[in-house]
């Protein structure tokens, strides 16, 4: 994982796990039937577990790894669902031991030929990997005009390079396997004012302008959709859900 990325998740595991929106669960029935089997299942750069979960409530056992203590800290528990602290270029598991593994909003960070390599000792024979994301949000009128002039434009200088991967849906991602066609999904929500706002300061982006002082323009935005929100009502929130898929040799 890249130092870029070290910096923006070493913190603020308990904003993650509050705030950010979960997967549908059709995506883990999905990617369970396409695995030769559900004994073992392994999430990679887990966070604070919003796919682990859900890949356990299919397989037998899943394993969940993240370069963050602090994500870790504030994951979700299963029974069977295990986290441990690990970077995706060295995963601490024994050759041909999963028949699935996932990455979730995570991929653009790794030093992928180095986990490519890892994913398929691991990996057993037949065994499907998912890189997963989510892409720029959408929401009703009428936040919608607001909200796209602070994601590209007050934002604009403070977004990591990596970010436009997951805009693109991880489409420009090295992804050498042939690719299995991969489900249409999308997240929904519906939210109030607060709940919204805390999942923008769950941004790589406001961590970024916070850091460098430039607090006020993420401070004039929760003042603007404060002000536009209509009282006492939810928005409809939708993140297009991409997945790019193989089955490994």
């Known amino acids: 994982m890249t130092l870029a990325a070290d910096q923006h998740f070493q913190h603020g595991g308990s904003g993650y796990a509050a705030f950010r929106p979960t997967y549908p669960s059709a995506l883990a029935r999905q990617l369970a039937a396409l695995a030769p089997n559900q004994q073992r299942a392994l999430d990679v750069g887990c966070g604070?577990?919003?796919?682990s979960?859900?890949?356990?409530?299919?397989?037998?056992?899943?394993?969940?790894?993240?370069?963050?203590?602090?994500?870790?800290?504030?994951?979700?528990?299963?029974a069977n669902l295990r986290y441990q602290q690990s970077p995706a270029e060295?995963?601490?598991?024994a050759d041909n031991s999963m028949s699935l593994i996932t990455v979730g909003q995570a991929a653009?960070?790794?030093?992928?030929?180095?986990?490519?390599?890892e994913a398929q000792r691991v990996a057993q024979p037949g065994a499907v990997i998912a890189l997963v994301s989510y892409s720029v949000l959408s929401i009703a009128d009428p936040l919608s005009a607001a909200f796209r002039a602070f994601y590209a434009g007050a934002l604009a200088d403070f977004w990591p390079p990596e970010r436009r991967h997951?805009?693109?849906?991880?489409?420009?991602?090295?992804?050498?396997?042939?690719?299995?066609?991969?489900?249409?999904?999308?997240?929904?929500?519906?939210?109030?004012?607060?709940?919204?706002?805390?999942?923008?300061e769950t941004w790589s982006a406001v961590k970024a302008a916070r850091r460098q002082?430039?607090?006020?323009?993420?401070?004039?935005?929760?003042?603007?959709?404060?002000?536009?929100?209509?009282?006492?009502?939810?928005?409809?929130?939708?993140w297009p859900v991409t997945c790019r898929l193989a089955r490994l040799s």
């Open 48 to 51: 604070t577990g919003q796919l």
């Open 53 to 78: 979960v859900l890949l356990a409530d299919e397989f037998e056992a899943v394993e969940a790894v993240d370069v963050s203590a602090d994500q870790l800290k504030h994951a979700e528990a299963r």
């Open 90 to 93: 060295s995963l601490p598991f």
């Open 108 to 117: 653009h960070w790794f030093d992928l030929p180095r986990f490519y390599a």
């Open 166 to 200: 997951v805009e693109r849906g991880y489409a420009d991602l090295p992804f050498p396997f042939d690719e299995l066609q991969a489900p249409s999904l999308r997240i929904e929500r519906h939210w109030d004012c607060q709940t919204f706002l805390g999942y923008v």
């Open 213 to 238: 002082g430039s607090s006020a323009v993420v401070e004039d935005f929760a003042r603007q959709a404060r002000a536009l929100w209509p009282t006492g009502q939810r928005l409809n929130i939708v």
